[in-house]
């Protein structure tokens, strides 16, 4: 059965950076969309980044040229390196593991990013 383990959350200063990782069991991940998910108090839950088995990435507009998501296959690791944080940058956040061709889609438990001074 597949897990996700996330790490790196934290609190950090405006501008500050963070590196957030998720690490996947299973022989599954390599073949998985991975993606990083937020949800700030009283919020929805957010798409933040995603990158395919192939490397393709995505980002939500907010996060762009500050965000950058990677994945390591040898290590069945995803990650999001943070860089300018800001306070709105405050959120849970989730990673996701998905492979849409046998429906199976995953979630970790959440890190907690804050950002303030």
């Known amino acids: 059965q597949v897990q996700l383990v996330e790490s790196g959350g934290g609190l950090v200063q405006p501008g500050g950076s963070l590196r957030l990782s998720c690490a996947a069991s299973?022989?599954?991940?390599?073949?998985?969309?991975m993606g990083w998910y937020r949800q700030a108090p009283g919020k929805r839950r957010e798409l933040v980044s995603t990158?395919?088995?192939?490397?393709?990435?995505n980002y939500a507009d907010s996060v762009k040229g500050r965000f950058t998501i990677s994945r390591d296959n040898a290590k069945n690791t995803v990650y999001l390196q943070m860089n300018n944080l800001k306070p709105e940058d405050t959120a849970v956040y989730y990673c996701?593991?998905?492979?849409?061709?046998?429906?199976?889609?995953?979630w970790g438990q959440g890190t907690q990013v804050t950002v303030s001074s």
């Open positions: 990158i395919t088995s192939g490397r393709g990435t």
């Open positions: 299973g022989s599954i991940f390599s073949r998985a969309t």
């Open positions: 996701n593991l998905k492979v849409p061709a046998i429906s199976y889609d995953l």
